[in-house]
């Protein structure tokens, strides 16, 4: 049996800004993939108020981190993205686009999950030999979303938060690659 490692996030209870959806559709992924023959998934879920910064970030290290050569490390995030001009070199779309987690929302909560520390955790498990396979259903995904993509079209996302910081200052308590 191929051992397939998921983390399923869906947030939908955010602070002033909730979504519908998120929570069942990794609720459905799940069930999808645990009903897959020939698969031995072990499975971590992390819905709304659980779905903090920290636990997010931990469940990416511990869980999926676990996988090793051969074996399937899936990260499947549905909530909200958001995105900010940036001139940091690694952002080769000129943008710094991140995953907003439960926690992220509250004034002065934690900061978000940014593409280059997430690259940073999914990188370091795919170089112990594991298929790495990331699912973000949000705004602003690795730059998916273009709000100039299509004249007059709408795109969804939360604005860019003070607390949040800035390039130049490092982030707030941003804890990796930025």
């Not at 209870?13 to 998934?41: F, H, I, M």
Request: proline share 4%; with cysteine.
């Amino acid at each position: 049996m191929r051992t397939v490692n998921a983390l399923f996030v869906g947030i939908d209870d955010y602070l002033g800004k909730p979504l519908r959806g998120c929570v069942n559709d990794v609720t459905q992924a799940e069930s999808w993939l645990r009903g897959q023959p020939g698969l031995a998934p072990r499975v971590l879920s992390l819905h709304d108020a659980r779905a903090t910064r920290a636990r997010v970030v931990e469940g990416i290290g511990t869980h999926l981190g676990r996988s090793g050569p051969g074996d399937t490390a899936l990260l499947w995030f549905s909530g909200h993205g958001s995105a900010r001009d940036t001139d940091d070199p690694r952002a080769a779309t000129g943008r710094s686009e991140s995953l907003v987690c439960h926690d992220s929302l509250r004034e002065g909560g934690q900061p978000l999950l940014r593409d280059t520390e997430l690259g940073a955790l999914l990188d370091r498990i795919a170089r112990g030999g594991a298929h790495v396979v990331a699912v973000l259903d949000c705004c602003h995904a690795g730059g998916a979303t273009r709000e100039d993509a299509v004249p007059g079209a709408r795109t969804r996302g939360v604005a860019w938060q003070p607390w949040w910081g800035t390039e130049a200052s490092g982030g707030a308590g941003g804890g990796g690659a930025w």
